[in-house]
Each structure stands twice: as C-alpha cells, then as structure tokens.
C-alpha cells in the first residue's frame, strides 16, 4: 500500500475523529484498511481512496473506517482503585447537596464493561447508604461496539476479565454461548454515538469518565475534549481520566481532588459560577 494511501486515511481519520496514526502505528492502520478492503470487496488501498474521495462518501464505508480505527479494549472494573474512588466521591462530594439524581457519563465507554462497571458499583453502594436514583450515560464512536455494548452480552473469556464470581451471579445470567446481563442493571444504562471532538452529549453530570482515549488524541485535541467535558460538570462534579492521563499543563483554572491516589477534575471556578 502506498504511503500516499496511508497518509490520506490518518489524516481522514484524524480529521474526524482525533485519532492520530503516525510512524510508531501506521502498521495497524495498514491492516485496518486491508480489512475493510475485503470487507467491501475492493480489490486495493487505492480503490478503497477514490471511494473515499467522491463528492458524497459512503457513510456506511466512513462508519467501518472509524470504526476499524478506534482501540476498543476495556474490561469490567479496569483499574479497580477508580470504583473505589467512585464510591468515595459519591458520598464525599456527590450526595452533600442532595441531588434528586445521580448523573454519570462514561464518555468512551467502548463495549460496555466500564458502564457496567458503575452500576454494579452504586448498586452496592445503595445497599450501604440511601443513594437518589442514578443514570448512566455511556456514548462512543464506534457503532459496532456499541451494538454488542447495547446487547449486553459478553462471553466467558469477557467476564473473566474483571467480573467477580459474586458479580457474575449477581447481575448475570448465563447462557448457552456466554453472559447476559440482568435487565435490572442494563437499564440503568442508556447507550448511544457521540464524538467527542463535537461532541452533542448535555450534562450536567456529577461524574463524567474519559478514560484511555486521550492517549490517542494529539494535544490540541485534547484540550478541546477536556473543555467541552469539563463543561458539562455540575459544580460538585468529577471528571476522571485514565491511568496515566493527566490534566497538567493542559486546562488552566482546573481543581484536582485526590481519592485515594485517583484524580477527580473540575473548573475552580465552578463552584461558584454553576455549570454551563
Ligand atoms: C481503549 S477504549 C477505552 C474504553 C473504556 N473507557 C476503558 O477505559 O476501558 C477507547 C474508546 O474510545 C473511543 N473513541 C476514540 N475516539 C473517540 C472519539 N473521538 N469520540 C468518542 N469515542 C472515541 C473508541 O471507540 C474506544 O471504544
């Protein structure tokens, strides 16, 4: 595949989702485009480019290509010290002005599992304290994760990754070919497509997580996504990164509470002014 060809989808694709292919990774996007070749029947790269370059684009072709571009692993509770944290920020912050409701957004929540993930947590946070009904917001760009994040099924391998025995039984239902999740918790959770470089999503929420997606956005990127999230904060709400993912040099006038060693953003002057 031509270099010519592999420059112009990075940069389509960066264009249109923030998602930046460079020397250190443009193998993977050579493979990605060698998938949807086949996928569409289109023999090369350079076919699959003058599709791309007609006046109207097939949108069911510019889905796959965003689709095959985005890293969606995850797991149920990555990095557990965050549901943890979670937990704290809650009682901590959260329920001190009596809200009617919870309001969650997982930003990038890829299959489901970190969506997921936050209810089981309030669940069991609700048997310890009374706790305000809750919703969970969980949007990304990937259409194809999230119609297996929709279905709410996940194989055996999938629920090993992070699911406690007690949780399987709890919120889970086995069947024939995997896990299905209890309608009792998945409704808790409303899915749908959001990008977040415009992004539509309206908050306020009380805790919002990006998590392990900045680190594929370049800087100036991600400095627009922390401020259209950090937007959609109420006054005493968090937002949470990724492991590694830090808010240093990157927003101006952004408060940081540390729960046990995890991070919690919000605007300093927000307090004060209310949420936009
Ligand atoms: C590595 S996964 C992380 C999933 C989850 N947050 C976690 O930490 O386990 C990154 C997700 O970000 C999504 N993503 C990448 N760029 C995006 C964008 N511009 N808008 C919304 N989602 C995006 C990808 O589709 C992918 O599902």
């Not at 031509?2 to 940069?11: A, G, I, M, R, T």
């Not at 990605?32 to 684009?57: A, M, V, Y």
């Not at 309608?183 to 497509?193: D, T």
Request: proline share 4%; net charge neutral.
């Amino acid at each position: 595949m031509s270099p010519e060809v592999l420059s112009f989808f990075s940069q389509l694709i960066e264009k249109e989702t923030g998602i930046i292919y460079d020397d250190r990774n443009l193998y993977q996007l050579k493979g990605r485009i060698e998938d949807l070749c086949k996928l569409f029947n289109i023999s090369t790269g350079e076919d699959l480019k003058k599709e791309f370059s007609q006046p109207i684009p097939n949108s069911v072709m510019r889905q796959k290509l965003f689709d095959n571009a985005t890293n969606n692993e995850t797991l149920f509770f990555r990095d557990p010290s965050f549901f943890k944290a979670i937990e704290s920020f809650v009682m901590r912050e959260v329920l001190l002005d009596m809200p009617s409701e919870i309001r969650i957004w997982s930003a990038a929540s890829s299959t489901g599992q970190e969506a997921l993930s936050i209810a089981m947590t309030l669940e069991e946070l609700s048997a310890k304290v009374p706790l305000p009904p809750y919703t969970i917001t969980a949007t990304d760009i990937c259409d194809k994760a999230l119609v297996k994040a929709k279905a709410g099924r996940y194989s055996d391998f999938e629920v090993m990754r992070g699911l406690s025995e007690d949780h399987k039984k709890r919120y889970f239902q086995k069947e024939a070919d995997g896990w299905q999740v209890k309608s009792s918790l998945a409704n808790k959770i409303k899915y749908g497509y959001n990008n977040l470089i415009r992004s539509t999503v309206k908050g306020p929420f009380h805790i919002i997580l990006c998590r392990n997606v900045l680190i594929y956005q370049k800087v100036e990127m991600k400095k627009q996504i922390i401020d259209t999230l950090l937007r959609q904060l109420t006054p005493d709400g968090g937002l949470l990164l990724g492991v590694g993912e830090t808010l240093l040099g990157m927003s101006d006038g952004v408060e940081t509470i540390n729960i046990a060693n995890v991070m919690f953003y919000r605007k300093s002057a927000q307090k004060n002014n209310g949420a936009a």
